[in-house]
C-alpha cells in the first residue's frame, strides 16, 4: 500500500510536467534544410524535452496544404507572398514577417561552375539542367525569370529538368543527373555540397527579389513553443547561422 501511494505521488508530480510539454510542426522551404536544421538543434537546448519538428518542401504546396487544414503550425516559405495569402484567407494567427531574402547560383558537381554565366547554359555540351518547379517553388520561378531576363530561355527550355522543389534540384545535381543546378547558395554553402561541386552567384537584378517570410497558422494560436520559436529565429546565434548559409537578412537588406 505504501509503495502503491508513493507511486501514485511520483505520477501526480509527473502529469503537470506533462501538461506543460508542447509540439511544434514546422513546415519550411527546402532552401532551409540546412540551416533550419541546426537552428532548431540549437533551440533545443535552449528548452529541453519540447519536442520542434521541421518537414522541407515546396512553398507553394504547402500553402495550398495548410489552406485545406495540413497540421502545421508555423509556416516559413521562400516567397512572402504565400503566408500573406493565408494571413488574407484568415488561416494565420500571426503577422507575416521577413525572415531573409534567398540568393540563387549556378551549381556542378561535374563541371567548374566557379567561371560559369548564365550564357555558358546554352553550350551544346550541357544538354541537363535542372530547376525547380516554377509553378510552386519560388526558387525556380527566380530562375525562369533570370534565365528570361537575360534573353536564354527559349534556347535553355529544352534542356530543363524540374526539380519537386530546391532540395530535389540540388540533389539531381549533386547526383550527376543533370550537369547544371540553379540552387539555392543556402544548400551551396552545405559542407556536403560545397566539397564536391563550386558555384556562381546569378545577379539578383535579373529576378524579383527572393523575399522570405513566416507565420504562425491557425492552428498554432496561443501555442506558446511556436511564439518561442519564432522569437528565437530573431536573435543573434539564429541570425548568424542564417547569415552563414548566405542569406540576407531584412535588415541587412533594409541597409544596402
Not at 510536467?17 to 519550411?28: D, R, S
Not at 553550350?123 to 537575360?150: S, V
Request: with cysteine; charged share 20%; net charge positive.
Amino acid at each position: 500500500m505504501k509503495m502503491l501511494t508513493s507511486l501514485l505521488v511520483a505520477c501526480a508530480f509527473a502529469l503537470p510536467l506533462a501538461a506543460h510539454a508542447e509540439k511544434i510542426t514546422v513546415a519550411a522551404a527546402a532552401d532551409l534544410k540546412f540551416a533550419m536544421d541546426e537552428i532548431v538543434t540549437e533551440f533545443k537546448k535552449t528548452i529541453p524535452g519540447e519536442d520542434v519538428s521541421v518537414v522541407y518542401g515546396s512553398s507553394g504546396n504547402f500553402n495550398t496544404q495548410i489552406q485545406q487544414g495540413a497540421p502545421y503550425d508555423l509556416f516559413f516559405s521562400a516567397d512572402i507572398g504565400f503566408p500573406r495569402e493565408l494571413a488574407k484567407t484568415g488561416a494565420a494567427a500571426s503577422v507575416v514577417k521577413p525572415y531573409a531574402v534567398g540568393r540563387i547560383v549556378l551549381w556542378s558537381a561535374t563541371m567548374d561552375a566557379r567561371k560559369m554565366t548564365l550564357a555558358s547554359l546554352t553550350d551544346p555540351q550541357i544538354t541537363r539542367i535542372a530547376i525547380a518547379n516554377p509553378k510552386h517553388a519560388p526558387y525556380g520561378k527566380r530562375a525562369e525569370e533570370a534565365l528570361r531576363a537575360a534573353g536564354l530561355w527559349n534556347k535553355v527550355e529544352p534542356k530543363l529538368v524540374y526539380g519537386e522543389n530546391i532540395a530535389q534540384t540540388a540533389q539531381y545535381a549533386q547526383t550527376g543527373n543533370v550537369q547544371v543546378g540553379i540552387i539555392a547558395l543556402s544548400l551551396a554553402l552545405n559542407a556536403e555540397l560545397a566539397s564536391k561541386g563550386g558555384y556562381a552567384l546569378i545577379p539578383d537584378n535579373l529576378h524579383e527579389p527572393l523575399e522570405q517570410g513566416y507565420v504562425i497558422t491557425k492552428r498554432a494560436a496561443g501555442n506558446a513553443l511556436a511564439k518561442k520559436f519564432v522569437d528565437y529565429m530573431e536573435s543573434k546565434p539564429a541570425r548568424a547561422l542564417m547569415t552563414r548559409y548566405g542569406f540576407v537578412l531584412p535588415t541587412d537588406q533594409a541597409g544596402k
